[in-house]
């Protein structure tokens, strides 16, 4: 069988380390890969290449992803949406594995019900996928914010300021928990619990009283306060999916921070260096695992399904939920 490869969305640390194992496992079994380039926009040109066992070689530490990704959506067109039915056939892919988050894997959910054989892997460092316990990449970015909290710390209690680190989740809070519970924060905010200004700002301000005169306030980008009552945004610009660039809440509380307890305030965004990179130890395996589960479910005919992670094991489940 031949099996198209493909990878959507926000790159993710170990979208290669599942490449590599679908292929090197699916070796085993005759298949042939293609790799599908940039995401579904690769689908609509026809634009593919070949993956041997010597182009998966050494990729497991590697970030990005050698196929190229992007946020296309072929089922904003009915021309596009035709371009992939077609390029489908022609290059005779029995399956594809499409390695996502939400929007990647609730194209690849409409593509099954067309009739085209895919099988999902979650990917995205945000952690929001329903039905998995984590996603690969999540670590990574956990591991990253929690590296910057323990420099930023130093600084910030040299200083004597407040440090607001704004962190990337787009409407979930996992990074800014499993980030700020690691690294030591003083305060959490995250999108699904809207908050109160002076109640951070109180909070700062005891933590002065009891002789501790420094804060870090660890914001998931996605977090705003009760009083503004919608996500701040750095432009009205949507991608292909309707999503909004969310950004600036780090910005904002810094601000507002000094205002009103005036007490010196920094923001620090950590941005896209959550997600590029090499994956950690935990990735690396959670990905193989992926990459070895997805192959294995192309064998067995298991399409219209994602491997997901549930209480330490891998296990499918529909790509509807
Ligand atoms: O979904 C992953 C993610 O990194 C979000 O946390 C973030 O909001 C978004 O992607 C940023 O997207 P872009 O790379 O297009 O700026």
């Given at each position: 069988m031949n099996v198209g490869i493909l990878t959507g969305g926000g790159d993710c640390p170990g979208l290669n380390a599942v490449i590599r194992a679908i292929v090197k496992r699916g070796l085993q079994f005759d298949y042939e890969f293609t790799g599908i380039r940039d995401g579904w926009r690769g689908l609509i040109n026809g634009d593919t290449q070949k993956l041997t066992r010597n182009d998966v070689?050494?990729?497991?530490?590697?970030?990005?992803?050698?196929l190229g990704t992007s946020r296309t959506?072929?089922?904003?067109?009915e021309k596009d949406t035709k371009a992939v039915m077609d390029n489908i056939k022609k290059l005779g892919l029995g399956a594809i594995i499409c390695i996502g988050g939400d929007d990647t894997l609730g194209v690849a959910s409409k593509l099954f019900d067309m009739g085209v054989n895919t099988i999902g892997v979650p990917k995205t460092i945000?952690?929001?996928?329903?039905?998995?316990d984590f996603t690969f990449g999540f670590d990574t970015a956990v591991s990253v914010v929690t590296w910057a909290l323990d420099r930023l710390h130093s600084t910030t209690e040299a200083h004597q300021r407040v440090m607001v680190v704004e962190v990337m989740g787009r409407h979930a809070g996992w990074i800014a928990v499993y980030g700020g519970i690691a690294g030591g924060a003083d305060v959490i905010l995250i999108p699904e619990k809207p908050f109160d200004v002076d109640e951070v700002c109180g909070y700062i301000m005891q933590r002065k009283a009891r002789g501790k005169k420094f804060s870090l306030v660890v914001a998931a980008e996605g977090a705003y306060p009760k009083q503004v009552g919608g996500m701040i945004t750095k432009d009205k610009e949507l991608d292909a999916f309707g999503h909004a660039k969310l950004g600036g809440v780090g910005d904002f509380l810094a601000r507002e921070i000094e205002a009103r307890t005036k007490q010196e305030s920094r923001f620090v965004v950590l941005g896209h260096l959550q997600r590029g990179g090499t994956p950690t130890a935990y990735d690396r395996v959670l990905a193989t695992r992926y990459g070895v589960h997805a192959i294995e479910m192309v064998k067995d005919g298991k399409f219209g399904r994602m491997a997901a992670l549930q209480v330490n094991k891998i296990v499918d489940v529909s790509l509807d939920e």
């Open positions: 070689s050494g990729l497991l530490p590697l970030g990005g992803t050698v959506n072929p089922l904003k067109s945000d952690n929001d996928l329903s039905a998995t």
